[in-house]
């Protein structure tokens, strides 16, 4: 079973970039799809990006079209997601998950089709 760690969150003003990087044991993370979600204060958990196993036909959400990219390096075991132009608006802690099976790209934008989940990283954007 994968595990999954997510780090670079941060305190970064408008306008910044930032990189998280989400690392994986315990299972080659080549078997898996890869999200990144993340939720703010007294809000749902949304979609943010995603990547299928061989890291072609990345996913956004129109809120971070163009401004975010996600990546991945499976010989490393990590997926990236680059952060720029950020805003207030993106301050939230981001998750990353992963699964074996997506059945639809449809798949990749719903939490509920994820079964491994990180911890967590705090992104906090000042105006």
């Known amino acids: 079973q994968v595990r999954l760690v997510e780090s670079g969150g941060g305190l970064v003003q408008a306008g910044a970039s930032l990189t998280l990087s989400c690392t994986a044991s315990?299972?080659?993370?080549?078997?898996?799809?890869v999200g990144w979600f993340r939720q703010a204060p007294g809000k749902e958990r949304e979609f943010v990006a995603a990547i299928n196993w061989a890291g072609t036909s990345p996913e956004y959400s129109d809120s971070v079209k163009g401004r975010f990219t996600i990546s991945r390096d499976n010989a490393k075991d990590l997926v990236y997601l680059q952060m720029s132009n950020l805003k207030p608006a993106d301050t939230a802690v981001y998750y990353c998950a992963a699964d074996r099976v997506m059945y639809s790209v449809e798949a990749y934008y719903r939490a509920t089709s994820y079964d491994h989940w990180g911890q967590g990283t705090q992104v906090t954007v000042s105006s």
């Open positions: 315990g299972d080659s993370f080549s078997n898996y799809a």
